[in-house]
């Protein structure tokens, strides 16, 4: 029966169709429940990405992929901020570093990362680096953001399934859907998010998925392809706040920044970012501070979530509140 049901998706994908919801979270429980061979799953991805995921059909992997996580519970409202990867600038770690920042101003952060796949340094690398321990289970994490008001969840531990792809994914040798949902299935569910992407259909399908979902927050690319709010050039903001969204664009010019080149923001290895990160955390003038406070700015909104109402990201205000810092 099962071979059956591949054989129509994999058909329907090579003729352009798009996957309903059951059939998408079908497919993707197949998988992570190790029940199908690499080669079903090399033809899905192909497929997929050769037709182009959906909003419908990325929220149903998503809920196949958090009901399938380890446990987690998190009371009260908790934000993540991420970076899908991607853009191939080889930056610092920066959203790690502007989660910590906003959570020295008070908003309780749950990240959620791995390690690097395409990059030197992924949040997982960079955070053990930095001398923090990332092998917390759900508990460990949850007691973590109570007594400190900030955890991280570490992929491998709390996305075991994942391994069932392992495979599949080497042979393919490139990026898939698996590299997008990575950075979207935080297993503590946060009712708020500060997520940047890189790819420009990405950034408008995943607001799609977000206002299906009971969440909050922005979404943002900068315009030069960074999956950060940019230094270089502009960036496209979307604000999710009530089933509604809102588009603006932001020029750092507006602040009185100027443009810095990406070539600035280069990093390296887990120690060379690491090494940079606590620069920027003494308070060091150099380009990579000014993005990362930028990009901490961006979830300070969300504190006032718990009120029912996200407020207008101004990003002058708190940028310039994160400096006297």
Request: with cysteine; glycine share 10%.
């Amino acid at each position: 029966m099962a071979t059956f049901f591949w054989n129509r998706i994999i058909a329907g994908l090579a003729e352009g169709q798009r996957l309903s919801a059951d059939d998408a979270q079908w497919a993707m429980s197949q998988i992570l429940g190790g029940e199908t061979p690499a080669e079903d799953i090399k033809s899905f991805l192909l497929g997929v990405q050769a037709r182009g995921e959906t909003s419908i059909e990325v929220d149903a992997f998503l809920t196949a992929m958090l009901a399938q996580s380890a446990p987690i519970s998190v009371p009260g409202l908790v934000a993540d901020c991420v970076g899908t990867g991607g853009d191939g600038a080889n930056t610092i770690n920066i959203s790690t570093t502007a989660a910590i920042v906003a959570h020295a101003s008070g908003v309780r952060i749950v990240k959620h990362g791995t390690r690097a796949s395409k990059s030197d340094s992924g949040a997982a690398d960079v955070l053990e680096a930095l001398g923090i321990n990332i092998n917390l289970d759900g508990r460990q994490v949850a007691d973590c953001v109570e007594d400190l008001g900030i955890g991280f969840c570490f992929t491998p531990l709390f996305h075991p399934s994942l391994r069932f792809a392992d495979q599949a994914r080497k042979e393919l040798g490139q990026a898939s859907l698996f590299n997008i949902l990575g950075s979207w299935a935080n297993p503590a569910k946060p009712g708020a998010v500060a997520i940047g992407v890189s790819q420009p259909r990405m950034l408008t399908l995943m607001a799609d998925v977000l206002l299906k979902r009971d969440v909050q927050g922005f979404l943002f690319r900068g315009d030069d392809g960074l999956d950060e709010i940019s230094l270089s050039t502009t960036t496209t903001i979307i604000q999710i706040n009530h089933g509604k969204e809102k588009i603006a664009v932001f020029d750092p010019r507006s602040l009185g920044i100027e443009y810095a080149p990406v070539e600035s923001l280069r990093g390296g290895n887990p120690s060379v970012n690491a090494a940079i990160i606590r620069r920027i955390l003494e308070g060091e003038n150099i380009p990579s501070r000014e993005i990362v406070l930028l990009n901490a700015a961006q979830p300070l909104p969300l504190i006032e979530v718990t009120s029912g109402n996200l407020s207008k990201p101004n990003l002058q205000k708190d940028t310039q509140m994160l400096r006297r810092q």
